[in-house]
């Protein structure tokens, strides 16, 4: 059986203008495209909100807060640079870089990695696991997100972003 991707036609960033674009579903939403369907959610009538959002984001979408989302996101993107199968991105999807191309990384793009390999050390096992599952589910084809799971990437994001916030503390008390 040839596996599919699971995709999702919306109307994304053209208001009054039909133009549907396919995105790929994946279990953690770009947070651009999350912030572009809130926006949208606020435009429709109270009814009709709930049911539009709920359609379109995902489980792990709707438990984490956006600093959480986004951090999970960082770290996802700083897993496949390492890989070296990804692209050095600004989260908003406008500029990406191929690292597999030979082309070299800024130095902000080295400064989030040298971050994310701090934080990488701090982190339990178990925290590693969820979140090496969740990146290996946003490159696979097929993929089910359960209640635990969702609520083990929810105790992942809050590790990681606490480990996070208190080595930027102790860079910034030393810088």
Same mark, same amino acid.
């Given at each position: 059986m040839k596996a599919t991707r699971n995709m999702q036609f919306d109307n994304i960033a053209t208001p009054g203008a039909p133009v549907w674009? &396919?995105?790929?579903? *994946?279990? $953690?939403?770009?947070?651009? *495209?999350?912030? @572009?369907? *809130?926006?949208?959610?606020? @435009? $429709?009538? @109270?009814? @009709?909100?709930?049911?539009?959002?709920?359609?379109?984001?995902? &489980? =792990?979408?709707?438990?984490?807060?956006?600093?959480?989302? $986004?951090?999970?996101?960082?770290?996802?993107?700083?897993?496949? =640079? $390492?890989?070296?199968?990804?692209?050095? !991105?600004?989260?908003? &999807? !406008? !500029?990406? *870089? !191929?690292a597999s191309r030979g082309m070299t990384l800024s130095d902000d793009d080295m400064d989030m990695l040298k971050m994310h390999a701090a934080v990488k050390k701090r982190l339990a096992p178990h925290h590693l696991r969820t979140l090496a599952v969740l990146g290996a589910m946003m490159q696979g084809r097929d993929w089910l997100v359960t209640g635990p799971f969702i609520s083990q990437v929810q105790s992942a994001a809050k590790a990681l972003g606490r480990i996070h916030a208190g080595l930027q503390n102790a860079l910034d008390r030393v810088g």
């Open positions: 674009r &396919g995105r790929r579903c *994946v279990p $953690l939403t770009c947070h651009d *495209v999350r912030m @572009e369907l *809130v926006a949208q959610a606020a @435009e $429709l009538p @109270e009814h @009709e909100r709930v049911r539009y959002l709920s359609e379109r984001l995902t &489980g =792990i979408d709707k438990a984490l807060t956006d600093d959480e989302a $986004l951090g999970v996101e960082c770290w996802l993107d700083c897993e496949e =640079i $390492l890989q070296g199968r990804a692209a050095s !991105s600004d989260f908003n &999807g !406008s !500029s990406r *870089v !191929s």
